[in-house]
């Protein structure tokens, strides 16, 4: 299925920069090899005879990335949002990611969330599962299989968990962590380890050393949780005593992106170069200036998670300063922080809460415009996976066919106000087909 060269016409939307969106009408994206080779009005010679899927008058845009969530927790979205980080940890998420001991219950879990992933506005997705080694492969095994493109992160923690969930010592996580990764070394194509301590609070120096050793040894990206409460900041003072600032205790340990990163950090050539050590940090709502700077100079990706920083209350991360700064910032839906999975939905949240940080905080950072979110849901976050979420040449070929006639309007529209529809009104009846890396997956 990969190595086919086909073409699909329709109406093409994609970012032509941070600021500015391409809209092209009966024109073709072809795909070869799993590459985009390109967008045109006309077909080129060299592509005359490619197969075209002639889609009409639908959208057809690049994937989008979730660059943050929970596979576990997607169980319970949609629930037990009255608490804030630490009370909502201990009261609702660890109990219920301890029943992932059980692989008949994960079987049963992880099937309704990759089967709902697989169908939602998401290609690519930077996933924690929990702490069960058996599990993990189970849900890596799913992902697989569904033709997404993933990372998945066998979570580590060794302390302040619950008794049903906490490993045992930080030499077993550690031990288990390298398990996992022998386990699953050339098992699959499009789905990837990624590092995951669970955030400082739930790992030991001693655990964090081990994962430091393991990243250089394995070669394999960090992600996981960064100045997102107040309380959990306040926290990690108290248990890392000699940290500058919360990064800094990820830092440390080589946790935190690259030393000397380029401005513009290419996950695969990176991860070549023993000082890399590709990193996403969730969340970074209250972020000191000393923080943002490390996250700058490290190249470290910033998920920004709107709605679940509305749902348990974390705040507002002030996303027009990273942008301005140049930083590399994706969406993520961080279920169930977040209670959904759509990534339209995040762009909406993403506009909206910048609107209201811009009235209620800080009237010197404008709100988002809807083409600076629908870049970081494409290349955004998707540049953490290489060169993805664009149609210009030379990018994996990840697509989504959007139909809109359902959402019904007496007058003519422009294309941009479409596109703009489908970000606040669009439910699963609009996806209608989907590519990654040139694979059709729905
Ligand atoms: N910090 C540590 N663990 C979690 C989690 O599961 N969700 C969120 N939103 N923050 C966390
Ligand atoms: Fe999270």
Not at 266 to 275: H, W
Request: hydrophobic letters at 35%; a negative charge; one cysteine or more.
């Amino acid at each position: 299925m990969k190595k086919e060269l086909f073409a699909l016409k329709g109406m093409i939307c994609y970012s032509k920069n941070q600021r500015e969106m391409i809209f092209m009408e009966d024109s073709y994206v072809v795909c070869e090899n799993g590459i985009c080779a390109g967008v045109f009005s006309q077909l080129p010679e060299e592509y005359k005879n490619v197969p075209v899927e002639d889609l009409g008058n639908r959208l057809i845009i690049p994937g989008f990335t979730d660059l943050h969530l929970h596979a576990p927790q997607y169980a319970y979205r949609g629930t037990g949002m009255d608490l804030e980080l630490l009370d909502w940890l201990n009261t609702i998420t660890f109990p219920q990611e301890a029943r992932y001991a059980d692989l008949s219950y994960a079987k049963k879990a992880y099937s309704i969330f990759v089967d709902d992933l697989k169908h939602s506005f998401t290609t690519r997705a930077c996933i924690f599962a929990t702490l069960h080694r058996p599990a993990t492969e189970l849900l890596m095994d799913m992902l697989e299989e569904s033709g997404l493109a993933t990372m998945v992160g066998k979570v580590n923690m060794d302390r302040n968990g619950s008794p049903e969930l906490q490993e045992e010592s930080a030499q077993a996580s550690a031990a288990d962590t390298r398990q996992w990764l022998e386990d699953i070394k050339r098992r699959y194509d499009h789905t990837y380890p990624i590092l995951t301590p669970r955030f400082t609070p739930s790992c030991t120096d001693e655990l964090m050393t081990e994962l430091g050793k393991i990243q250089k040894e394995y070669h394999v990206p960090v992600q996981s949780h960064l100045s997102e409460n107040f309380g959990e900041i306040a926290w990690v003072k108290e248990l890392c005593p000699t940290s500058r600032f919360y990064g800094d205790a990820y830092d440390m340990f080589g946790l935190f992106g690259t030393k000397n990163a380029e401005s513009e950090l290419d996950y695969t050539a990176a991860s070549a170069n023993s000082n890399s050590c590709p990193t996403i940090m969730a969340h970074c709502v209250h972020s000191t200036d000393e923080e943002i700077q490390m996250i700058k100079d490290q190249g470290v990706y910033i998920a920004h998670c709107p709605e679940s920083n509305t749902d348990i209350a974390s705040g507002i991360a002030p996303i027009r300063r990273y942008l301005d700064m140049g930083l590399h910032v994706g969406l993520g839906t961080d279920v169930a922080g977040g209670f959904s999975l759509s990534m339209f939905r995040a762009i909406a949240d993403t506009i909206q809460v910048s609107k209201l940080r811009w009235r209620l905080m800080d009237q010197n950072l404008a709100p988002v415009t809807l083409e600076e979110a629908f870049y970081m849901a494409t290349i955004g976050g998707g540049s953490f996976f290489g060169k993805v979420g664009s149609f210009e040449k030379g990018y994996e070929f990840d697509a989504m066919i959007l139909d809109d006639h359902n959402i019904r309007h007496p007058q003519e529209i422009s294309t941009r106000d479409r596109l703009e529809r489908l970000v606040y009104l669009s439910d699963d009846r609009n996806l209608v087909g989907k590519y990654v890396q040139g694979r059709k997956v729905i």
